[in-house]
């Protein structure tokens, strides 16, 4: 396919039509305390917007409901370590693609061609064994002591990998988990989870509002900057995704009940589309944009997005006809009403 001209295509596929200014005194620095006391900005197609706390969020679902969550574990992705000049070296682990074999983002990334090797401690050690086309990432080999394990040692040396706009926090590391966090492999947190509390899922729990469970290790996909002006010409990263029986069976029972599926997170919404009412064990690309049809989700629960990602054109997407117009609207009332945005910032409560 060829792309459009920027001056013929319609707003809504348009990269720069995603765009908003944000001030940095927005962009939340560390959680708040409890986790549910953030704010949550209830949103309908009517734009009659509601401000709330994210406490506040079982009185806007019903016994019958369901929400489904994702999850995946962050894992200690960032290691620190060295070429053999002594040059320091930045790696950010993305997924594994074999025996003791990752493929990583790498910094300095031009110093560091095939050949090259990596010392994080005396006996740890990697090789650049190749090179991913799109994202430029590198395959490393890891050499480490006979009968070790991998995945331990990178528990031990690794760090868990704040987004970078998080510059000044001082949070606890189990404060970029969920409390549900169970499955191991996800470089940075499905942040819509992060509101939750024990509390909050008793409360829910007593008013006959159900729960299931996704995993989906959010990777690249999520974040890798759309950089052509036709957004439908964007290729996502893939990720991998599970969704399993007893959930789909739980989304089919809610459904035929007459309740309604609330999905927490965008993370959470790409899989359950991508396995459209079946269970599957995978990987994802899926890209959702406006004209989209949505065929699972009846609302979704979401933090604010950066500009100009997917992640904005996925929620525009779900708002249906004008969506788009809204959700930018959405955003400056936001702005303007002092919410925090991004990772540990506030959240959304969106309804198709």
Known sequence: MTS??????????????????????????????????????????????????????????????LLVFNNTKVIPARMYGQKLSGVPV????MEPVGLNRWLALVKP???????????????????????????????LQFHIP??????????????????????DSHADPERY?????????????????LHFTESLFQ??????????????HVGLGTFRPVETEDITQHVMHNEWYEVSEQTIAKIKETKANGGRVIGVGST???SLESANYQAYRGKTNLMIYPSYEWKVLDAMVTNFHLPKSTLLMMVSSFLGKDGRELLMSTYQEAIAKDYRFYSFGDAMLIFK
Do not use: C
């Open 203 to 216: 409360t829910l729990a007593d008013k006959g509002i159900d729960k299931a469970f996704v995993t989906l």
């Open 4 to 65: 459009s001209p920027a001056s013929e295509l319609a707003p809504d596929f348009a990269l720069s039509a995603y765009d908003y200014e944000l001030p940095s005194d927005r962009i939340a620095q560390d959680p708040v305390t409890p986790r549910d006391t953030s704010r949550l900005l209830v949103v309908r197609g009517d734009r009659n917007l509601q401000h709330q706390h994210f406490y506040d969020l079982p009185q806007f679902l019903e016994a019958g409901d």
């Open 268 to 270: 959470v919404a790409r």
């Open 177 to 193: 988990q969920t409390i549900y966090a169970e499955i191991s492999g996800a470089i940075a947190a499905p942040t819509a989870g």
């Open 90 to 93: 930045e790696i950010l682990l």
């Open 109 to 139: 990334g031009k110093r560091l061609p095939i050949g090259s090797t990596i010392v994080f401690r005396e006996d740890v050690k990697a090789t650049v064994e190749g090179i991913e086309a799109t994202s430029r990432a590198r395959e």
């Open 146 to 167: 006979a009968g070790a394990d991998l995945d331990k040692i990178i528990d031990q040396l690794g760090k868990l990998p704040l987004p970078p706009y998080v510059t």
